[in-house]
């Protein structure tokens, strides 16, 4: 009878560990290793001699390799990425023989021009701590997150009207308008590091972005107090 009594309680032990093993959920998948976002910058602490255009549109693009942590809803990832940013304003950044400095310099108001902006270009590493849902038709994530930038390439482009005059010796003073494109590479007064916040919300493969940068874009300058945050849509590819 004790015999009976032993078997019984061990497969009552082993149904009940079943039981509990059922219950137990599987180890996630890596996922959301490539994103691509598209943004906008919201400029902040801008002087007021510059203004600045509504959309100021940027892409990042993100490989990142996701690591979930055990059999939770957790995982952390870390990767590589490269952010594009383009600032359009009513001034030239140029340098100033005066002040012996790259700065923000106003565009005369009776001179147009079609096209005027900084683009600012990072390599970045980004690390993020990752919540992602289970048994529902798509994913519902939230990561947050910070990633630490070098500025490896800027210059800038400018393509409107210049205009010159004749010398009055020669003849009678006349005005030449000329359309003319300068880029220029060369730049500085620009910090080649930067930090920042991220954050990503969503359901499914189109999620909301938002990027705090933490440090100032600008140094020793007439926009030193200047840094973006940026919004926009990721798209997880896979």
Known sequence: MKHHKTITILFAIICMATDVNAFVPERMHPTDRFMITVFSD??????????????????????????????????????????????YSDNRYIFSLNLNQFRFVPIEPDHDYDKNKLSMNYLEVPVQLRFRTRNLPSTLRFYAGVKAGYLFHAHTKFVGKEYYDNDADTGPPFVTERTIKVKEHKLDNINKYRIGLTGTIGYGAVNLHLYYQLTETFNNNNASGMYPLSVGVSFMIF
């Open 42 to 87: 919201i400029w902040q602490d801008v002087p007021e001699t510059i203004d600045l255009r509504t959309i100021q549109r940027g892409v990042s693009i993100s490989a990142l390799q996701d690591m979930p942590l055990g059999r939770t809803n957790l995982s952390v990832a870390a990767g590589l990425a490269f952010s594009s940013h383009n600032l």
